[in-house]
């Protein structure tokens, strides 16, 4: 089984930047795509960022240019630098990944629990 732990979010100021990190854990599985997803009061899941595990990105409109994913393939771990917060960036932001069941071939998805990060002055 895997296991997505979040860690990073808070309060910040407009303009403020802030980093989130998020670790895989678990044995006999290897994880390709990860990524970050965020939902708002009242709105639906988005997709932020996500990065393949040979390090292709792609960006929701919203935050290209203010925000950056990274991975580190060694520790299952991906990170979103976020520049430039915006009040509409508020929302609890997921972590996702594919993760390949090395034994039986499976791929599965799998979320972290979230984390909030607030935008406000």
């Known amino acids: 089984q895997v296991q997505l732990v979040e860690s990073g979010g808070g309060l910040v100021q407009p303009g403020g930047s802030l980093r989130l990190s998020c670790a895989a854990s678990?044995?006999?599985?290897?994880?390709?795509?990860m990524g970050w997803y965020r939902q708002a009061p009242g709105k639906q899941r988005e997709l932020v960022a996500i990065?393949?595990?040979?390090?292709?990105?792609n960006y929701a409109d919203s935050v290209k240019g203010r925000f950056t994913i990274s991975r580190d393939n060694a520790k299952n771990t991906v990170f979103l630098q976020m520049n430039s917060l915006k009040s509409e960036d508020t929302a609890v932001y997921f972590c996702?990944?594919?993760?390949?069941?090395?034994?039986?071939?499976?791929?599965?998805?799998?979320w972290g629990q979230g984390t909030l990060v607030t935008v406000s002055a």
């Open positions: 678990g044995r006999g599985f290897s994880i390709n795509a």
């Open positions: 996702n990944a594919m993760a390949l069941e090395t034994m039986r071939g499976r791929q599965f998805e799998v």
């Open positions: 990065i393949t595990r040979g390090g292709s990105t």
